[in-house]
């Protein structure tokens, strides 16, 4: 057999609490010696050798081995149940953390991941719900500790693991019927090493434009306050607003169709940019027949809405929301500010 690097990288970062990437290499804390400087170090490929099992070595006791013998090692288990954990086969390994969570889908009767959905879309490889990854594991600390500090529930979002996801919070868009049609991976390292934001390959033709990420759908007749990004939808949801994030700052004929029979409350981000595009969106309602349309200015004080969830809480957010909500009409959108502050003020 051969090892995969994603698939020892995943088991490392499952039984090892500091993981580091250098090239091909993956270093580890040796379990051979006292060490805190990351001096075992595994080479998936087999190094120099070429050994179908890769190798390890670790460079403070000179122990040498295979990564099968690391696994068996580690695990306290047999040749052929060490391979298996490496293939992602075992009942033990991270086959049983996908079985897990396929599971789980099919109990929430949502695709499992793999599955092709809606024109061959997929959910990447090696995506775990956060309580289906162990607290050791790094990626998850990581993704935890970004999400506290964005005060965003877990809920249904994702972790992945490994190959062009690898350490992203994957969000999962869901239909009207519980169809996976889209999903957005945030990163969570550093900034300048990949895109922020990654959607499904173009190649299949889904784009922001045709989809709203919305966590509860409502029934006709229902609010929906419409924010830009996913995690300002996150943030009014989690204070009792069903929600739907457009993804930008314009909304496509497709996108005001899925809300059709609803009542739309337009929450934009309190840039100058948010504020040209809330009339342009309210005139396309408009423009199709939706004409029972309200909106709310977010505080130019916090940027969105979950910078003000960071910096108040739900509470305050909830009593916010609520106490600016306004009919729309282009007069009043337009000379709001100072009312809006106002209120502001009186919440806090």
């Not at 993981?19 to 001096?39: A, M, P, Q, T, Y």
């Not at 994702?158 to 690898?166: A, N």
């Not at 996108?255 to 309210?282: E, F, N, T, Y």
Request: some cysteine.
């Amino acid at each position: 057999m051969s090892i995969d690097f994603d698939k020892f990288l995943n088991w490392a970062e499952s039984r090892f609490d500091d993981v580091v990437v250098k090239g091909d290499e993956i270093l580890l804390n040796s379990i051979f010696c006292d060490d805190r400087k990351h001096h075992l170090w595994c080479n998936p490929s087999g190094g120099k050798t070429s050994n179908e099992n890769g190798v390890y070595h670790c460079w403070k006791s000179d122990e040498k081995g295979s990564l099968l013998g690391l696994v068996m090692i580690v695990d306290k288990c047999n040749n052929e149940q060490a391979a298996e954990i490496l293939n992602s086969t075992s009942s033990g390994g991270l086959g049983d953390l996908e079985r897990r969570v396929n599971e789980l889908f099919e109990k929430k009767g949502e695709p499992e991941p793999g599955e092709a959905v809606r024109d061959g879309l997929n959910m990447p490889q090696d995506c775990y719900l956060f309580e289906d990854l162990p607290s050791s594991h790094r990626l998850k600390r990581e993704a935890d500790e970004y999400l506290r500090s964005r005060k965003i529930e877990t809920g249904n979002l994702l972790i992945c693991t490994s190959g062009r996801y690898r350490n992203r919070i994957v969000i999962p868009y869901y239909s009207r019927e519980g169809r996976l049609i889209y999903y957005n991976g945030r990163y969570v390292g550093d900034p300048g090493k990949n895109l922020r934001y990654l959607g499904p390959p173009k190649e299949l033709g889904i784009g922001k434009g045709d989809v709203l990420y919305i966590q509860n759908w409502p029934s006709d007749g229902e609010k929906i306050y419409i924010t830009e990004g996913e995690f300002d939808a996150m943030s009014l949801f989690q204070c009792g607003f069903k929600s739907a994030a457009l993804g930008g700052k314009a909304m496509s004929e497709t996108q005001m169709g899925m809300i059709r029979g609803c009542l739309p409350v337009i929450c934009l981000d309190a840039d100058d940019a948010g504020s040209d595009a809330l009339p342009k969106i309210a005139k396309q309602l408009l423009s199709k027949g939706i004409t029972n349309i309200s909106y709310v200015r977010a505080c130019k004080e916090f940027k969105d809405w979950n910078g003000m969830l960071v910096e108040k809480g739900e509470k305050i957010l909830r009593h916010y929301v609520k106490a600016n909500e306004r009919q729309y009409n282009e007069s009043v959108a337009q000379g709001d500010w100072e009312s809006t502050k106002i209120a502001m003020r009186k919440i806090i």
